[in-house]
């Protein structure tokens, strides 16, 4: 399942570990909720990249203390019309802060990629590789967007304010024609 | 009547294997050729669960042509013509019981 | 009406652009349909019993005549030459082909129309009163705040795969013509003690399996706050909804499970991170939208000119439809218009692409370029002036559009059924046929008042039959159709569920029950004037129950 971040397929440099197998030296890891919460104290001192792995039941402010050290957080999509991911993909983003990497995983399919960015998410496990070859692509296909989220992309309220305040006919996007 | 789409195979009498064709949604039936036809008169009936399961797996395999393959009620008159066994089945195999706006 | 600019016609022709990629995908193998389905859902593709149906989003039922144009062309080009007007004032395209849905939705897309959101798990058409703007007893034009609604939950990254799909509905009069209280949130704007302007505030309303009135959690909510504050609902639904069995997933199932109280805390601490954040309305934004909607310069006349005066005195038919099909309009020497989609022995609520067209020239020339839907599957003039209504009447009973049983009970609201349908169990169009043919003696409609009934082939009850006055469900029985039937269902502002009749009927005898029903509130009404609803809440079922089943 290739791994996309900044629209490029990347190697995953984190270790998925399961419940009780041993940390491998200096690696990061990515551990299960359970693990990670029991083994916090002792991850923050080995002094290498932790992940988890946070279901899409449980709600993420119980992450918020962990959040500063945290370097990645994977939020899981079990088949992809369950869309709880997306709420607390956006809560980590704009009401926790949080700055790592925020993961897709589970069925995450190309219909989704702009849905999910658009959350927070900066990072996908692809689950099929011609939709990883694909990705930036999939980023074009709107160029318009109603309401504002976890990026940075310019949402039609705000274009419409800039178009109105230049008015030079030369403007392209200043043309707000009216049909009748 | 009630949705087929979750129905257990339970054969009772004649069978067929009838879904929809992917590009425009017209009703289909699986053939004996292993083909779809949109004749009723044209499609594989069989009358034991293990012929209906294989038919419909069959069917199901192909996942270019058809949406949603699954086993419908015939009836088979004296004369060997089958029929929709359901009222269902009837109105996917002849349209609307009611005449369309518009319709002289 | 709203107008697109750039933006709105942007989304459109890009959402157009990405579902003909997806066709192509599904066509080839490289989606299965397990992928596809909810894709083509949020396009508002269903897969019914004989074809593709279409259907198209019509935002709080208004339309330019230059969009009805455009659906007659899709139903001409795409289709079997008709349309059908739904319960919730879209319009749906029964014969369509999966290959040449993108070329109709790029056609529609010219016009600024599409199947957004009208189907899968996400926010659904948003509706509202179809004589928003032009009721008397309007407080305040509610279509700018559905529209602002709108463009929010379009493509909303969050809200796009809820739990189940999500209704809501606004009004803003002192009569509720959209069903609110049956929505997953209905919106009611009214004035406070302060005489401010603001929403009542009500979730978990719905019919189908489990059928709620909704509770209200925000007696009043200001205006500043509408985005904020459904934002709050939507993410409390999106993450507490039951996702593990589709029938407990509405977010009506949500607020029963938790209670109104605890639901409300939810949602209102949820908000108070929220509703001072980029989501608060200012004046600038709501007046940045409420910039493309255009109102009609209306002539200054009087009421009741001569011509309408003599018209009446000449022809009794038109005397007839004026009382019954013609409502009062807020600006002087004006009224508003109902068109009958229920012809007898006709299927409630089609319009043919000849119709559309004639309907929109009418619209053009009389009605300010404008036409109304309304959730029960009629069509409405808003704008037309009463000078011209002899004119009208004229020109809408040659289109077979003017007969005058809007409200009676011959104006039946009715889902598409079996004959249709592959959720249905059993057939509702040619029920209301029978029944208009059992009620097509105007004299005896009239005589009855007004009275609505609904007819639901299957439980998902898209004919909204538990508020009906009578409600009819279809049931199957050992492979037959029965109808299960309710009486003194309401769906406006004092909404309440029908109770049961009694056992279901067979197909054959389902008219025979409404004659009944009705011959009964003839022999029990205090009054002439009481209506059908009215003297079930008086007398309650058993009168109607004796009578209806002393035969049977």
Known sequence: MPLVKAGRIIEDRFVRVLDDAPLPDGAPVLLPAARFLADARELVLRGAPTGVIWPNDRKVAELAPYLDWLALVALVFPNFRDGRAYSQARLLRERHGFRGELRATGQVLRDQFLFMLRAGFDAFEVTKDADAAVFAEALQRYSVFYQPAADDRLIARRARLFARQRPHPEERRATTRLEG | MTSPLQQKLKITGPVVVTANRLGDGAVIYRSAAGAWTTELASAAVVSTAPAATELLAQAAADKLTAVDPYVAPVTVNPGQRVLPGNLRERIRCSGPTVALPGAS | MYIYDDFDRTLVAERVREFRDQVRRRLSGELTEEEFKPLRLMNGVYLQLHAYMLRIAIPYGTLSSAQLRTLAHVARRYDRGYGHFTTRQNIQFNWIKLAELPDAMANLARAGLHGMQTSGNCVRNITTDQWAGVAPDEIEEARVWAELLRQHLTLHPEFSFLPRKFKIALTAAAHDRAAVKVHDIGLRMHRNGAGEVGFEVMVGGGLGRTPFIAKTIKPFLPKRDLLSYVEAIMRTYNQYGRRDNIYKARIKILVHELGAEKFAQEVE???LAIKDGNLALDDAAVAEVASRFRYPQYAELADNPPELAKARAA???????????????????HAIVMLSLKPVGGPPGDATAAQMDAIADLADRYSHGEIRV????NLVLPHVAQRDLPAVWRALDEIGVATPNVGLVSDIIACPGLDYCSLANARSIPVAEEITRRFQDLDRARGL?????????????????HVGHIGILGVEKNGEEFYQVTIGGRAGEDAELGAILGPAVPYGEIADVVEDIASAYVELRARPDELFVDTVKRVGVEPFKERVYAAR
């Open chain 3, 315 to 333: 022809d009794q038919r038109f005397q007839i439809w004026l009382d019954n099909s013609v409502a009062n309009h807020k600006v002087a020497g």
């Open chain 3, 449 to 465: 008042g007004r009275l609505h009934i609904n007819i639901s082939g299957c439980i998902n009850a898209c004919g909204h039959h």
């Open chain 3, 269 to 271: 601490a949820e908000w």
């Open chain 3, 374 to 377: 309304a959730h029960e599957q």
